[in-house]
């Protein structure tokens, strides 16, 4: 196997390396991490035929990328407008580069989020066993200090044996990013402290997704949702929670979420819709509903058939 790479000529927005995450090391304080939409960054890996959990780029804007030698790509992601030297390509399936081709990503909808892919094996450094990026606790990425790819960055890959059988995955496949559709919430235990009202309230308004997002956690704007209990102890935050703070304006909780926090919490975004919120912009309208936590494993098991009716496994 040899060495080869991508050059990183325009970055892009917050352009993070990502892998599985450190889930496993939340009770030393890290945040679990991980990619914001853990279907794109599933199928980029498995469109470059690498082992799931590889490491790949989650940028946000356009984005330009020149290959240092021949290898192979793919992008996922919303709807973007890809080309490899000017010429059109398309995202959701593998992609040949040649030594000195550029590949560029224009997204459709500014903010949306994107990955990249590339086949082999990452030299990039780990800290507490992965690779993610966060900026907030300043570790991890390329330099292991929390900083994004900056212009003239250079991802190194122990090449694999080359592709002999390019990928894609079909139209039936790809995750549906309609922000129109509403976002399942699972009740949690803490419901109880909120009345009636106050959960009808939440499950008939339209919330706008606000400027104060990152990957730490989503802020909405609309009808407050107030939870009779103001003081609780500290406890676990999961993906997707679902936090009221005094205000009522809701908080969801994201990959690099703090471990432990104290406000209210209605419940917890299905893990299948979790992906669709992460690609909302700002200024867009959601709306949620709630799901049965039976209904919504049912969901996140048909997910994982789907993928094995593509994949083979």
């Known amino acids: 196997m040899t060495a080869s790479g991508l050059l990183i000529q325009q970055p892009g927005l917050m352009s993070a390396i990502i892998d599985a995450g450190r889930g496993i090391h939340q009770q030393r304080g890290f945040s679990e991490s991980g990619p914001m939409d853990d279907d794109a960054f599933f199928w980029v890996n498995w469109l470059c035929a690498n082992p799931e959990g590889t490491p790949a780029i989650e940028w946000v804007g356009p984005a330009e990328f020149v290959a240092t030698a021949d290898l192979h790509v793919a992008v996922t992601g919303p709807s973007a407008k890809v080309s490899v030297n000017a010429g059109t390509q398309s995202l959701w399936e593998t992609l040949p580069l040649k030594e000195g081709d550029c590949l560029r990503v224009e997204p459709h909808k500014t903010g949306t989020r994107h990955y990249l892919g590339i086949r082999g094996v990452w030299n990039v450094p ?4 992965s690779a993610c990026t966060v900026a907030r606790e300043k570790l991890g990425g390329l330099h292991k200090d929390g900083s994004y790819c900056a212009a003239e960055d250079i991802i190194s890959v122990t090449a694999d044996t080359p592709l002999t059988t390019l990928r894609e995955v079909p139209a039936w496949g790809r995750p549906d990013y309609s922000s129109d559709i509403p976002i399942n919430v699972i009740l949690g235990y803490q419901s109880r402290w909120f009345s009636d009202v106050a959960k009808q309230l939440f499950f008939t308004s339209n919330y706008k997704i606000t400027n104060k997002i990152d990957r730490m956690g989503y802020r909405l704007s609309g009808t407050p949702v107030k939870c009779a ?27 690099d979420r703090q471990t432990l926090g104290g406000y209210p919490k209605l419940g917890c975004v299905s893990p299948v819709d979790l992906n669709r919120l992460a690609q909302s912009v700002p200024g867009e309208q959601v709306s949620f509903q709630p799901e049965d936590a039976d209904d919504a494993r049912a969901s996140f098991l048909l997910r994982l058939s789907r993928r094995r009716a593509i994949t083979g496994n």
């Open 229 to 255: 209990r103001s003081e609780m102890h500290s406890e676990g935050i999961t993906l997707g929670a679902v936090q009221c703070p005094p205000d009522g304006q809701p908080i969801v909780m994201m990959r």
């Open 126 to 129: 780990r800290v507490a066993q």
